[in-house]
């Protein structure tokens, strides 16, 4: 009998369902809520209400394009947290019902671990052997979370390095509003950025010890930059947007990666994954690429859809659960800050 698993993620503004097949993906639908653009931030509540008109039409797309019956689903996975709670809420709501509908086992899965779970997701049963080896070094980059994760299995993860403020993900979106860019804003910079000199302007670097990241200060270095140069001209942002957006990206890219340096370092562990929303920033991609080459690490970078939020890294992180029968209780309630 085949193992089918309906994956669910809800914790932020996206709705998502997958599914997947003896660890092979089959599908995976995300209706994006476009409802926050305005506000320039995700407004909780305006999410949670979306994720409950999504849910059932996701779902149901979902199965059908994976061209299964709804009954010969084998458990149901859902993100618990970390996330707003609302949002998780509908979820979490959700997959309890099914489950007790078609009495089969729940699944929770941790949102941070599904990042990392985006390196398992497969599309057929031969790319299995192109899998990350453990151990491995997966830099989370996401609008919540900055993190240097040191994965030994598949389920044995230990965050040796992270952001003591900022996510990297806030600071494209924070300094983004402030040259005004829509929300989110770190996909907007990476495209002016195409255009601009990255070593036009400079921004002074965090000085943080050990693995631990902070971007407050860049965010706050960028603001009087501005400031500065506005009181000279006041067309400064407009006249030098795409040159601002490269230098800033790159700024962020140089203070990512020189505490994934020090983390293969004193690890010595030279497998490196990058995943979160911020993965799919074309300058982190092509400079750690060319950082691999030249230090021989093995690089493994997602394809770009399983970089921001999705469900399948949900399902694929909740067949390998079923397979240790991993299983979790009807009476879980989501939660909203957690680690792993
Ligand atoms: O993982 P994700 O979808 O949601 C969270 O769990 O936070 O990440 C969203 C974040 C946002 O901050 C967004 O601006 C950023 O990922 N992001 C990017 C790019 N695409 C998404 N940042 C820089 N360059 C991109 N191409
Ligand atoms: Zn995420």
Redesign the pocket.
């Known amino acids: 009998m085949k193992n089918i698993i309906l994956g669910i993620e809800s ?2 503004d ?1 709705t998502s369902a997958a599914i997947v097949c003896d660890g092979v993906l089959l599908s995976n639908v995300i209706a994006n809520q476009e409802v926050h653009k305005i506000y320039g931030g995700v407004v909780p509540e305006l999410a949670s209400r979306s994720h409950q008109q999504n849910i059932i039409p996701v779902i149901d797309f979902a199965i059908k394009s994976a061209k299964i019956e709804k009954q010969n689903i084998s458990a149901v996975a859902f993100t618990r947290g970390p996330g707003l709670l609302g949002s998780l809420l509908v979820g979490t709501s959700f997959a309890k019902g099914f489950a007790l509908s078609l009495n089969i086992p729940l699944i929770e899965v941790n ?1 941070l671990q599904g ?1 990392v779970f985006s390196h398992f997701i497969v599309n057929s049963e031969e790319e299995k052997s192109l899998l990350p080896a453990f151990p491995f070094l997966c830099l989370l980059v ?4 900055t993190q240097i994760i040191l994965v030994k299995d598949f389920f044995e993860m230990e965050i040796i390095g992270q952001t003591i403020d900022d ?1 990297a ?2 600071a ?2 924070k300094c983004a509003k402030v040259i005004g860019l829509p929300y ?4 907007h ?2 495209k002016l950025s195409q255009n601009g000199n990255k070593n036009a302007f400079a921004f002074t670097k965090p000085k943080i010890p050990e693995l631990n990241y902070s971007f407050s200060g860049l965010k706050t270095a960028f603001l009087y930059f501005l400031r500065d140069k506005m009181a000279e001209n006041e067309n400064f942002i407009s006249e030098n947007k795409t040159d601002l957006c490269a230098s800033l990206q790159k700024s962020i890219v140089d203070i990512l990666l020189d505490k994934l340096v020090k983390a293969v370092k004193i690890t010595g562990i030279q497998r490196i994954a990058v995943a ?3 993965a ?3 300058g982190l991609r092509n400079t750690l690429t060319e950082m691999s080459q030249k230090k021989h690490w093995k690089l493994f970078l997602p394809p770009i859809k399983f ?3 999705n469900a399948a890294m949900i399902a694929i992180a909740g067949f390998y659960k079923f397979l240790r029968k991993d299983f979790t209780s009807h009476s879980v309630a989501p939660i909203a800050r957690m680690n792993f």
């Open positions: 914790s932020c996206d949102h990042h996401s609008g919540g979370h996510a993900g806030e494209f979106d989110p804003g770190g996909p910079i990476d979160g929303g911020v799919a920033n074309s970089t921001t939020d």
